[in-house]
């Protein structure tokens, strides 16, 4: 990971880093994925990929409705909002 | 955690379009960052999907065609947005602000994917007309594609003649009705036509549909990631989906649509008409049934149905769902007109004051004194007044004229105030004008 991939990713999630924090995730990425790359000298093929610690299947809930949070609460964490919707910088371009 | 129900609504749905419903499937993470699904990604099926490989068979001017469908999943919906400097000013706010409604985020949703077997608008319109009532009543949605409870996007490319390659695709959405599907593919089809033929390429992209001018345009996200960095959801674990639970979801799916047009015309001898009708409505066919599981014979009631109270519910705005009339109402309707007691227009009568306060034909009859007129000695005072009253058309009969027996017998009912048996009034002219037979 460059610099300008940190860059590429943190504009995508909306962050912003300093100088120094970028250098020190494109750091941390690279370490992350240098291991990443030491598990990858493991065979594999023979075995099924495994999302999940635990293997149990078909965990649900049933069709209830229960109590959440409300319009209201909910539209109190918006940027700015007016009646029922929530108003964000306009995020597709015509 | 995973709703049962939403798990068997997806089932119920494939099964409906004759898909193979995996044994295993997994929920996947769509990751992307946008407004609509704050959450920062989207529970969906990716690799290993709810179900694959069905078809849906559907008429296009009378033609059976098939498309296959390639694959039902479920996901999550994301929040309804609104863009765009009209739409936004339209809520009454200021430019340069996208608007978001959360109430239908993370709700559960059944995508069906088709393979791309439609070879033309009229044949996506069509398509997507029979998949609704499908949908409808196999109970999965209520099919109200004006409150987003079905929805659609469409994907076109055009194939050079000759060529077995289709070309790029082009997706299309904000296709809130199927006129506006046909509407936009067959705007999309012109204008890529265009530049093909001027030697341009087609770009790979979303566009939306402009409802004021009938016209597609680009619908560019700012962002320019594609990759969703598909993974198993961690929080949601396998659907294994055995025989047995399929069984059971099999035997709980109605009779399809098809399937019961069938039926109306080899089994209850019903016109192509009405048959075709009463199917496409199911809260109609459901009254037509119940109708004659209550003693109506099937082709006076689908008569009665599609002709006189379809065209009531129109006049008075009643949907099938709120009619107060009940198919019972009906059925007893057909008894007072077969008995003779009500004559046809009197029986309309009837129909429309049931439809409208839920009394029931008989009590309606009762209260206004509609019964109708047979005795002879009654009927033939009428005749004779109207005989005398009327001396051009009887000699017009007389000379051979047929169609003036017509307006007699008018006259009469007119004079009985529609509650004479138009038969017997019939029967009495010709007697009293010696043309017996």
């Known amino acids: 990971m460059n610099r300008e991939q940190v860059l590429h990713v943190a504009r995508l999630a909306r962050l912003s880093f300093t100088e120094d924090e970028l250098e020190e995730m494109a750091r941390g990425m690279n370490a992350i994925l240098a291991y990443i790359d030491l598990l990858k000298r493991v065979d594999t093929a023979a075995v099924a990929p495994m999302a999940h610690a635990t293997a149990p299947a078909n965990v649900f809930r049933e069709d209830e409705p229960a109590p959440s949070l409300s319009p209201e609460e909910w539209l109190q964490a918006a940027p700015w909002r007016s009646g029922p919707f929530a108003g964000v910088p306009r995020f597709v371009e015509e | 955690m995973l709703n049962r129900h939403a798990v068997e609504l997806g089932i119920l749905a494939a099964l409906a379009l004759e898909c193979r419903v995996a044994p295993e499937s997994v929920f996947a993470r769509k990751n992307y960052f946008y407004p609509d699904l704050p959450k920062g990604y989207q529970i969906s099926q990716y690799e290993q999907p709810l179900a694959t490989d069905g078809r849906l068979t559907f008429a296009v001017a009378g033609e059976p065609r098939t498309v296959r469908i390639r694959r039902v999943h479920l996901e999550e919906d994301a929040g309804k947005s609104l863009h765009?400097?009209?739409?936004?000013?339209?809520?009454?706010?200021?430019?340069?602000?996208?608007?978001?409604?959360?109430?239908?985020?993370?709700?559960?949703?059944?995508?069906?994917?088709?393979?791309?077997?439609?070879?033309?608008?009229?044949?996506?319109?069509?398509?997507?007309?029979?998949?609704?009532?499908?949908?409808?009543?196999?109970?999965?949605?209520?099919?109200?594609?004006?409150?987003?409870?079905?929805?659609?996007?469409?994907?076109?490319s055009l194939r050079p003649k000759g060529s077995g390659e289709s070309g790029v695709a082009v997706e299309i959405k904000n296709l809130n009705s199927f006129r506006f599907v046909q509407r936009a593919l067959a705007h999309e089809i012109e204008r890529q036509a265009a530049l093909l033929d001027?030697?341009?390429?087609?770009?790979?992209?979303?566009?939306?549909?402009?409802?004021?001018?009938g016209t597609t345009a680009p619908l560019r996200g700012k962002e320019e990631a594609q990759d969703y960095r598909y993974f198993p959801d961690p929080d949601l674990v396998r659907l294994v989906v055995d025989a047995a639970w399929q069984e059971r979801l099999?035997?709980?799916?109605?009779?399809?649509?098809?399937?019961?047009?069938?039926?109306?015309?080899?089994?209850?001898?019903?016109?192509?008409?009405?048959?075709?009708?009463?199917?496409?409505?199911?809260?109609?066919?459901?009254?037509?049934?119940?109708?004659?599981?209550?003693?109506?014979?099937?082709?006076?009631?689908?008569?009665?149905?599609?002709?006189?109270?379809?065209?009531?519910?129109?006049?008075?705005?009643?949907?099938?769902?709120?009619?107060?009339?009940?198919?019972?109402?009906?059925?007893?309707?057909l008894q007072l007109l077969d008995a003779g007691t009500l004559s046809r227009p009197l029986a309309r009568e009837v129909l429309e004051a049931s439809l409208l306060t839920g009394n029931s034909p008989r009590a309606v009859a009762q209260a206004r004194g509609m019964t109708q007129i047979s005795n002879e000695a009654e009927l033939t005072l009428l005749v004779d007044r109207v005989l005398s009253?009327?001396?051009?058309?009887?000699?017009?009969?007389?000379?051979?004229?047929?169609?003036?027996?017509?307006?007699?017998?008018?006259?009469?009912?007119?004079?009985?105030?529609?509650?004479?048996?138009?038969?017997?009034v019939g029967r009495l002219l010709k007697e009293k004008l010696g043309r017996e037979g």
């Open chain 2, 198 to 213: 001027a030697g341009r390429p087609v770009v790979r992209e979303t566009r939306q549909y402009l409802e004021a001018t």
């Open chain 2, 250 to 333: 099999q035997a709980r799916l109605p009779e399809m649509p098809a399937a019961k047009h069938a039926r109306y015309l080899d089994e209850l001898g019903l016109p192509e008409h009405e048959a075709r009708v009463l199917t496409s409505s199911l809260p109609l066919s459901s009254f037509f049934e119940q109708a004659i599981a209550q003693g109506g014979e099937p082709r006076a009631v689908a008569n009665w149905t599609v002709g006189e109270l379809c065209r009531l519910m129109n006049a008075h705005a009643v949907s099938p769902c709120e009619l107060k009339l009940t198919p019972a109402h009906l059925v007893e309707l």
């Open chain 2, 84 to 156: 765009g400097d009209d739409a936004v000013r339209a809520a009454g706010h200021a430019e340069g602000y996208s608007l978001l409604d959360f109430n239908r985020c993370g709700v559960p949703l059944i995508e069906i994917v088709t393979e791309p077997d439609l070879r033309a608008p009229e044949e996506a319109r069509s398509f997507l007309e029979t998949l609704k009532l499908v949908l409808e009543y196999t109970g999965v949605s209520d099919v109200k594609l004006e409150e987003g409870s079905l929805r659609c996007d469409a994907n076109i």
């Open chain 2, 389 to 424: 009253a009327h001396p051009g058309p009887v000699a017009d009969y007389l000379g051979g004229k047929e169609r003036a027996l017509g307006f007699l017998v008018g006259q009469v009912m007119r004079a009985s105030g529609g509650r004479a048996n138009p038969q017997t």
